[in-house]
C-alpha cells in the first residue's frame, strides 16, 4: 500500500532540502512523531541511524530507521523497522518513507510517500487504512501543509519542547 502527498512550495529545493535532509527536525511538521533521537555526532547522510517514536491513534511505536537514499536536494528515503519487543533482533514490521524535491520555475514540487506493504499488517487493516486515506476527511491541518509553511518562512527551523 501507499500513502502519498504532495504540495508545492514557493520556498527553492536547497530550503526545503534543509528541514527534510534532518529527520531531527520532522517532528516540526509531522505531529505524529513524538520523537526522534539522532546521533549527535553524524551529520545526516546514507547509512545514517535513528530512532523514531511514532504516536498513530493513541499507539506509541518505535522504530529503528536508517537513511537508504539521500540525493541532495532531491531525494531522501528511510526505512522504518519496529523492532519485536524482548529480543531486539526480529523485526515486527517495516515501512519505506521517501521524500523528491522538484523544482518548478520559483517553486518546489515535494511529493512524501510511505510504503506500507511490509508492515505486518492485515489484508484488512491495509484496507481500511487505504480507504480513510483516500477518502477519509482530515481532521486539523494535513502535515505537509505545515511543512509548506515552514519551508516558505526564512527564519531557521526551531525546536520546540513538547509537553
Do not use: C
Not at 6 to 19: F, K, M, S, Y
Not at 28 to 48: D, Y
Not at 122 to 129: D, E, F, K
Amino acid at each position: 500500500m501507499l500513502i502519498r502527498e504532495d504540495v508545492i512550495t514557493r520556498a527553492t529545493p536547497e530550503r526545503a532540502w534543509e528541514l527534510i535532509s534532518d529527520p531531527s527536525l520532522h517532528d516540526l511538521w509531522n505531529s505524529h512523531i513524538v520523537s526522534t533521537e539522532v546521533p549527535s555526532t553524524e551529520r545526516p547522510a546514507q547509512g545514517l541511524r535513528y530512532r523514531v517514536t511514532y504516536e498513530l491513534s493513541g499507539r506509541r511505536n518505535e522504530f529503528d530507521a536508517e537513511i537508504t537514499e539521500f540525493s541532495p536536494p532531491h531525494r531522501f528515503v528511510a526505512r522504518l523497522e519496529e523492532r519485536v519487543k524482548g529480543d531486539g533482533k526480529n523485526w515486527e514490521r517495516f515501512a519505506v518513507e521517501s521524500y523528491v524535491l522538484t523544482p518548478r520555475g520559483s517553486t518546489t514540487h515535494v511529493r512524501h510517500e510511505v510504503r506500507i506493504e511490509h508492515a505486518g499488517e492485515g489484508v484488512l487493516i491495509r484496507l481500511l487504512v487505504w480507504l480513510i486515506s483516500r477518502f477519509g476527511k482530515p481532521t486539523g491541518k494535513p502535515f505537509m501543509e505545515r511543512f509548506r509553511e515552514l519551508a516558505e518562512d526564512d527564519a531557521p527551523p526551531t525546536k520546540v519542547a513538547r509537553s
